[in-house]
C-alpha cells in the first residue's frame, strides 16, 4: 500500500494492489499520484522514506539521504525528516491496530477483492479520526528501512538539489524545540 496521509494521520491518497515484493518506486510509477501529478498542490512536496527516489516533480518527493551521511547538515536533515515522517508511520500503526483482526491474520476473500477491504479500512481509518476517535497504534512505529532510490527510469526531475537546499536551510537553524511541529511547504 502506497499512502498519502494528513498532519493528523488520515490517508488523503492510497493505491493498493502491487505485492508487498516490488519496490516503492515502480509501484510510485503506475500509481495515479505520480501519473495524473494533480498533488500536491504546487509549493508544496511529499515526504517519503528511503525507498523513493527524491524528485522536483512529478511528484515533488523529499527522500532522507543515504547512509553513510557525509555531512552534519545531511545528519540534522534526516532526523527532521524522520520525524515528519512518523506521521504516516504512526497512521499505518493506527489503522492496524483499529482493524486487527484483518491485518493481523489472512484474509478470508478472493485475492483480487484484497485491495478494496484495504482502501475501505483507510477510509474508515480516517473518518474515524476526524470524528475525533484516535487510538494508540499497539507497536510505536518503525523507522522504514533505507532503501536504495529505486529506479531511474522514472523519468521525472530529479529533487536531490532541492533536498540539499532545505538540508542547508535546516543545519543553520541552532536548535528545534523537542515538540516543534513541523508544516512543510
Known amino acids: 500500500m502506497q499512502a498519502v496521509c494528513d498532519h493528523q494521520g488520515r490517508f488523503i491518497d492510497t493505491y493498493v494492489g502491487w505485492p508487498g515484493s ?15 501529478s494533480v498533488y500536491p498542490p504546487p509549493g508544496y512536496f511529499l515526504v517519503a522514506d528511503g525507498g523513493y527516489p527524491c524528485l522536483q516533480h512529478p511528484p515533488p518527493l523529499i527522500a532522507p539521504y543515504k547512509k553513510p551521511v557525509q555531512s552534519v547538515g545531511a545528519l540534522r536533515f534526516n532526523s527532521h525528516h524522520s520525524r515528519a515522517r512518523c506521521i504516516v508511520e504512526r497512521a499505518f500503526g493506527m489503522m492496524k491496530t483499529r ?22 479500512c483507510a477510509i474508515l481509518h480516517s473518518i474515524c479520526l476526524g470524528a475525533g476517535d484516535v487510538m494508540s497504534p499497539d507497536d510505536e512505529a518503525e523507522e522504514a528501512v533505507d532503501e536504495d532510490e529505486g529506479e531511474t527510469e522514472l523519468g521525472a526531475v530529479s529533487g536531490a538539489w532541492w533536498r540539499d537546499q532545505i538540508a542547508a536551510e535546516v543545519s ?4 528545534v524545540p523537542p515538540d516543534h511541529t513541523y508544516c512543510l511547504q
Open 172 to 175: 543553520a537553524l541552532e536548535e
Open 22 to 36: 516490488v519496490h516503492d518506486s515502480r509501484v510510485l510509477r503506475h500509481s495515479p499520484l505520480y501519473r495524473q
Open 99 to 120: 482493524f486487527r483482526v484483518i491485518f493481523m491474520q489472512a484474509l478470508e476473500v478472493h485475492h483480487s477483492f484484497v485491495p478494496y477491504v484495504i482502501t475501505a
